[in-house]
């Protein structure tokens, strides 16, 4: 029972209960320091929705050798991976780190399987492993995922880089890898021409692709393939010459019996030179020449070539600048074969004549060489001449290298040289032979003979005024002079109307021959995929994985709407220009 004092400090009831002044001050918020509440958001939407950036999409650029791998809106891939033997191991091999493994007796490689066991697929898939293919993909990819992205693999979609011609059980091989093991949500395949062309900063183009297997040539107008063109005569090729070369000048240093010719053509000869070996002299020390005829048709000197094919520039006198016998004659040290402390000195010239033989094939003639056999200058003259007037036009002055073999000192500079000199001699005559050069001769000769004589006609009627110096004839009288020397008659209207229709247009450059840098496919692609344009082959997983390629359209092969004009070419397309009903392979079909 309470006693009296307890129930005196009791306070009373109407104490306890809260006041008008109180509930107004509650509502006004409390003077003291506190934590803010929290806001009520709505039944559709997160709290913190707005603080969420939208995820950018990964960039994988697949090759015949090598991965590329990244985040678009970056300007460079965050790794590259090649594929080879030492990517292929078991985990917890490590005999790649044993002290005797460079020095080991390796297998005798062919010509026919030479660098068979560095690439990822060939085009031709007779004898390809499929399975074994998607198991390199499968490792490549997680360690692209793991060491370099750091990224979940759920929830951000891939932009596939592809060749333009590729078959459909690599490109089956690809999605199944990446909706299967990594839940890939969507996956937009673009076309590596094209992306080459975006990356240039240009919208036409001849793309010039010096990859492993194949040199492609890909002319592009207005984001869009028109014609294609390629050849067996790639890095591949060049790597097996310079194999060859490196064989035979071991087998001479150690005084042993060397074949007359430099290349072996019997598919049974081996090759004792290690790949890594030959790749890496290929790397280091392979560059092309430029033949003085060239020089002379094409109208560049000495200076310019050195100057883009980056050689050493010594003290040329006459005879050097005309023959370059410095730069050819100097020494190169490189280690023996047999041993590694062993060097011998190589001369550098040496190292130009794999080049040669593999991408000029000079020591042989068109007429011998098949459709997949022809050299690369003929390649891309053949390539500018099977396109339209107005195109050639704009190829011609966007010509863009780029492929592993574009790298090599003095390649670029020597193919356009080529490629000038062919212009200016035979121009854009389609038929070939000894019988339409003989007519094109014959044509050069009357034309120089008619030029000549009006030459000498129109300096003639110059000498005889200059002498007799007759009256002006009046205006009713014809001239004496012949039409086609009469100076033509400016006319003020056209001139303004062209300074009008000028206005605001830059200058378009057509006609020449001009090469033109390129970031390369993955940046273009990087790009596209920054600026949200949706490509035409979009592949959800649910629809692959219910029908595979089967679920893809024929007759959906970019097909877009004439009024909207939103189509960025054969690979890719503004967002919302493709029906939602399904998807396709578009120029993949």
């Known amino acids: 029972m309470a006693t009296t004092a307890e129930s005196l400090d009791r306070p009373y009831p109407s104490a306890v209960r809260p006041t008008i002044s109180n509930l107004q001050q509650a509502a006004r ?3 003291s320091p506190h934590t803010p509440l929290r806001g009520i958001s709505s ?3 997160s709290p913190l929705a707005g603080y969420r950036a939208e995820e950018e999409a990964l960039v994988f650029e697949f090759g ?3 991965l590329r791998a990244g985040i678009a809106g970056e300007s460079a891939p965050r790794c590259s991976l090649a594929f080879g033997p030492d990517q292929s191991r078991r985990v917890g091999d490590y005999r790649q780190w044993l002290p005797s493994y460079e020095t080991r007796a390796r297998k005798r490689a062919t010509v026919d399987k030479w660098g068979e066991d560095h690439e990822l697929w060939r085009m031709d898939l007779r004898e390809v492993d499929l399975g074994l293919v998607e198991d390199k993909l499968e490792r490549a990819l997680r360690d ?4 370099y992205l750091l990224l979940d693999s759920k929830t951000r979609r891939v932009v596939l880089v592809l060749p333009s011609v590729i078959p459909h059980s690599l490109i089956s091989v690809l999605l199944t890898c990446l909706f299967t093991n990594f839940l890939i949500p969507s996956v937009t395949i673009l076309s590596a021409p094209i992306l080459s062309v975006v990356a240039a900063g240009l919208r036409s183009g001849l793309v010039v692709d010096i990859g492993w297997q194949e040199t492609v040539v890909t002319a592009t107008y207005e984001y869009r393939e028109v014609h294609q063109r390629r050849t067996t005569r790639a890095m591949r090729l060049l790597t097996l010459h310079m194999a060859q070369i490196l064989q035979q000048i071991s087998r001479h240093t150690q005084n042993e019996t060397v074949k007359a010719h430099a290349g072996l053509t019997t598919s049974d000869e081996n090759i004792d030179v290690d790949f890594q070996h030959a790749e890496e002299v290929t790397a280091r020390l392979a560059w092309c020449d430029t033949p003085p005829q060239t020089l002379e048709h094409s109208g560049r000197s000495l200076e310019k070539r050195i100057a883009s094919s980056k050689l050493p520039k010594d003290n040329h006198n006459d005879e050097d600048t005309s023959s370059g016998s410095n730069v050819h004659n100097t020494l190169i040290t490189i280690p023996l074969l047999s041993s590694s402390s062993k ?9 130009s004549k794999p080049v040669e033989s593999a991408l000029f094939a000079h020591n042989s003639s068109l007429h011998d060489l098949d459709d ?3 050299p690369l200058p003929h390649l891309l003259y053949k390539a500018l001449l099977n396109l339209p ?3 050639r036009g704009l190829c011609m002055s966007r010509i863009i290298f780029t492929g592993g073999g574009s790298n090599i000192p003095g390649l670029k500079s020597r193919l356009l040289d080529e490629i000038s000199s062919t212009v200016a001699q035979r121009g854009w005559d389609p038929v070939w032979g000894k019988a339409a050069d003989k007519h094109r001769q014959s044509q050069q000769e009357v034309a120089s003979s008619r030029k000549a004589a009006a030459t000498l006609l129109q300096s003639s009627i110059k000498t005889t005024e200059h002498i007799e110096d007759p009256p002006h004839p009046p205006d009713d009288q014809p001239s004496t002079a012949t039409a086609a020397f ?4 400016p006319d003020p209207i056209e001139d303004k109307l062209r300074r009008e229709e000028a206005k605001g247009n830059a200058d378009t450059v057509s006609g020449i021959v001009r090469g033109v840098e390129t970031l390369g496919a993955w940046a273009g692609a990087s790009l596209v995929a920054s600026i949200k344009v949706k490509g035409i082959v979009e592949v959800e997983r649910e629809a692959f994985l219910q029908h595979g390629l089967a679920g893809a359209k024929r007759e959906m092969d970019i097909s877009v709407s004439q009024s909207s004009r939103q189509s960025l070419g054969a690979g890719y397309m503004r967002a919302g220009a493709l029906d939602k009903a399904g998807w396709t392979l578009g120029t993949w079909a």
């Open 29 to 31: 918020g409390p003077t």
């Open 43 to 45: 039944s559709f939407s």
């Open 64 to 66: 015949g050798r090598y």
């Open 144 to 147: 692209a995922y793991s060491k």
């Open 343 to 351: 060097t011998f000195p190589v001369p550098f010239d040496t190292f």
């Open 372 to 374: 997949h056999e022809q």
């Open 389 to 391: 007037p107005d195109i």
């Open 486 to 489: 009469e100076p033509q008659v």
